[in-house]
């Protein structure tokens, strides 16, 4: 069964603009870590955010922010005033209880447009 | 402080032939994770090593495998090379082997094309 589903393969945005990328995820556990990482065209993944599950404050770190929705299964990545270098892929992943196993979602293709 | 080190960072090999992809791990971390990244399967999980102890394991044939020192690095071995090997192969490093949070630094990893 898919754990992390990614709905929007693309997504544009304008310089300067918040976007939202979509993330819902499927588990059982009550303990769970949601991260988010971006890839650039080079293939490094690179850390942007992280949720845990008991966390009651969304996450925040510089223009990123999680929406996490836990009722509804939900961890939305927000990002604010984009910029040209935020052109990447992005996905979403969980972390389930106790594995350090990582699931990613599909992922999806954001491009900012100047 | 120095990421994680992945090398090579490309690598052309024939059908039938076998390759060894190596990890050095932040310095201090103890946790090594692989991953398979393809256009088709996306990012798949291939195993964990943490102290030297293969923790977990993903879905792959036994033709894939690996092995952590004890200095924390970690190497991947893929023996009878496939077309379908082809990919980008990414290894984590993360502080602890608890599974508790600590940030994945992943490397920048290896593109292994099988011709």
């Known amino acids: 069964a898919q754990k992390i589903t990614q709905t929007q393969p693309g997504m544009f945005v304008q310089e300067k603009e918040a976007v939202t990328l979509d993330c819902t995820y499927d588990?059982?556990?009550?303990?769970?870590?949601l991260f988010w990482y971006k890839q650039p065209s080079s293939g490094e993944m690179i850390f942007l955010i992280y949720?845990?599950?008991?966390?009651?404050q969304n996450a925040t770190e510089g223009r990123y922010s999680l929406n996490f929705q836990k009722a509804r299964k939900s961890a939305n990545l927000v990002i604010s005033a984009s910029q040209l270098g935020d052109s990447a892929m992005y996905f979403c992943?969980?972390?389930?209880?106790?594995?350090?196993?990582?699931?990613f979602g599909k992922g999806t293709k954001l491009t900012v447009n100047p | 402080k120095a990421g994680v080190t992945q090398t090579p960072r490309y690598l052309i090999k024939t059908r039938g032939q076998q390759v060894t992809l190596s990890c050095s791990p932040i310095?201090?971390?103890?946790?090594v994770s692989w991953y398979q990244q393809t256009p088709g399967q996306g990012l798949q999980f291939l195993f964990e090593?943490?102290?030297?102890?293969?923790?977990n394991k993903g879905n792959f044939p036994g033709r894939f495998s690996g092995r952590q020192f004890s200095n924390s690095r970690s190497e991947m071995n893929v023996s009878t090379l496939e077309l379908g090997d082809s990919a980008l192969y990414l290894c984590?490093?993360?502080?602890?082997?608890?599974?508790?949070?600590?940030?994945?630094?992943f490397g920048s990893g290896t593109r292994l094309t099988v011709v």
């Open positions: 310095s201090g971390h103890r946790s």
């Open positions: 588990t059982s556990d009550q303990s769970y870590g």
């Open positions: 992943a969980m972390r389930e209880g106790g594995s350090e196993k990582l699931v």
């Open positions: 090593y943490f102290s030297e102890t293969q923790r």
């Open positions: 984590a490093s993360s502080p602890r082997g608890s599974g508790s949070y600590g940030g994945y630094t």
């Open positions: 949720q845990g599950s008991y966390d009651e």
